[in-house]
């Protein structure tokens, strides 16, 4: 399983990127308002990204006509040769991801909720697909379950020949709250997760590894003093 930041904020990045094990990022248009971010700083805003980190980088799209998407995914393409151009999972967001991925441009469908929605996205050349499990706990369903079933749809076929140079769709689990999120997610065979920061840390505590650390630091005392 990879791992992508669910973040807009620079700072959160660089740490995660320094701890080695990131791959890539995702925003949308919340996390963007969130740092407080300005319409006309989007793009240079996803630029600096960029230059963090080599990984996929998804920017979403707000346009809801096809048109529109298109023009925007193209003017996002172009920042950055690892931009992936974030679509919603929508008539109009399929038609734009057709034409994106025809034109070589990787797209990551986002607001995926249900197997008929990632397949659709997978024929229409997604190359990532995003299903949202903690939206779905947020209304009393479950969300892993939902995501086992998109997890298991598209790895029961092979939707390569529809994606930008024939590669593997992947999906990415979003929408994560909660380090046990992740565990199932892997243990599914989800082939991403897109994490807050704050389970990103909580990923890497566990109380036996402070504790044991505690001992080991304890015990070298020991034989630096013997
Ligand atoms: O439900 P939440 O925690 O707002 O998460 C929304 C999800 O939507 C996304 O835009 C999907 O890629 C991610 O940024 C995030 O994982």
Redesign the pocket.
Known sequence: MKFFL?TADLDEIKEAASWGALAGV???P??YSRIGGKLDDFHNHIARICEIVDGPV?A?SVAMTRDEIVRDGRELAAIAPNVVV?IPTMVEGLAACRTLADEGIRV?M?LCFTVPQAILAARAGARYI?P?V??FDDISEDGLSQLENVVTAINNYDYSENTVNHEQVEI?A????SANHVTQAALMGADIA?V?FNVLKKMIQHPLTDRGLESFLKDWEKVANA
């Open positions: 669910d995702t925003t949308n919340t996390l998804s979403e974030k990551n986002t995003s949202f903690g939206r990415i979003a929408s994560i709250r897109t807050p």
